[in-house]
């Protein structure tokens, strides 16, 4: 089983509609909890990061977490077109490393 | 200013050789890490320092040696390369272990011929 898990893309989702990105991950004791956003060509960009149970929004983005269920999930709220990347989960394994999700690939239609 | 830099962007070299990357951090923060995204875009940790001192090495072959001169800088030197060293190599930083934000460097596009 990999240690974090993405929902299979690409995402296709018209301008003004909202982006729903899933994430899994196998290890119990993981606390901390990222969402990175990656351009093609570019380095991988933090945009959410949420260690507690619940909802936590930022602009557009409202990331969800539930530790029972071992999963996390983003939303992009009004897509617009420079949403377009691929978004990367991560998740700590431990103390000194993250692991991260194979990306899901959104692309945002006009 | 930059907050994580490395040098150089590209590299493009023949098997055999040895090639070194090089990653500066200015955010004065204590751990850093060298990452490999390959050609399937999975990123994957190889190597995470704090405060200069290994602490993951992830069954990286030997021929990967990392090296941390300061809490600033942090190093990939790398043996022999082959083929399949190819890809886009990743350094990051954070204040501390990983329940602290990471934060990327551009990234070192390395193709071995």
């Known amino acids: 089983q990999k240690e974090v898990e993405q929902n299979s893309g690409p995402l296709s989702v018209p301008e003004g509609a909202i982006a729903s990105l899933n994430c899994t991950y196998s290890?119990?004791?993981?606390?901390?909890f990222f969402w990175y956003r990656q351009y093609s060509g570019k380095s991988p960009e933090l945009i959410m990061s949420?260690?507690?149970?619940g909802d936590k929004e930022d602009g557009r983005f409202t990331a969800q977490l539930n530790k029972a269920s071992q999963y996390v999930s983003l939303l992009i709220r009004d897509s617009q077109p420079s949403d377009s990347a691929t978004y990367l989960c991560a998740v700590n394994v431990g103390d000194y490393k993250l692991s991260f999700g194979a990306g899901t690939t959104v692309t945002v239609r006009a | 200013d930059t907050a994580v830099s490395q040098t150089p962007k590209y590299l493009v070299t023949q098997m055999g050789n040895d090639k070194s990357i090089k990653c500066e951090q200015n955010l004065g923060h204590d751990t850093m890490y060298w990452y490999k995204q390959d050609s399937k875009k999975f990123l994957k940790i190889m190597f995470s320092?704090?405060?200069?001192?290994?602490?993951i090495n992830e069954t990286v072959p030997n021929r990967f040696s990392p090296k941390s001169p300061d809490k600033a800088h942090l190093n990939l030197h790398i043996n022999s390369l082959e083929l399949g060293d190819s890809a886009v190599y990743f350094c990051a930083s954070s204040p501390g272990p990983v329940s602290y934000e990471q934060y990327f460097g551009p990234g070192t596009r390395l193709t071995v011929t």
């Open positions: 320092y704090n405060n200069k001192e290994l602490i």
């Open positions: 949420i260690y507690s149970n």
């Open positions: 290890d119990r004791v993981s606390q901390s």
